[in-house]
């Protein structure tokens, strides 16, 4: 943003809307400064244009789309290592990479050989 600031560029392009930012508050606060300082947003994947009501309306909704998939990755990354590392009933078999010890619930990692 200093570099907006100090107008070195004109526009900024991205190839896609997304990988801008993943919060939609960080989205919408960075475009409304970029707006300000009258630089220009490209996303080249989405083919937004700004400029328009629809195009404003459709930014807002991949934002939010893209961080309800963050979202929902962290909350399905943090089950299965629940899942994985400490198991409700006592695993029949151990996960590829793991080995079972006896008197233990949850496998420990292999050690390298």
Known sequence: MSDACRRRFDAI???KIDRFGRSLKHLVNALAELAALGVAFI???DNLDLSTPSGRLMFQIIGAMA???RALIQERVRAGLRTTCCPIAPPRAAPNGYRLMP???C????SPE
Not at 107 to 110: N, S, T, V
Request: glycine content about 6%; overall charge positive; proline content about 6%.
């Open 13 to 15: 392009l991205v190839w």
């Open 43 to 45: 996303s080249l994947r």
């Open 67 to 69: 961080e309800f998939e």
């Open 103 to 105: 008197g233990w619930s």
């Open 107 to 110: 496998p420990k990692r292999r």
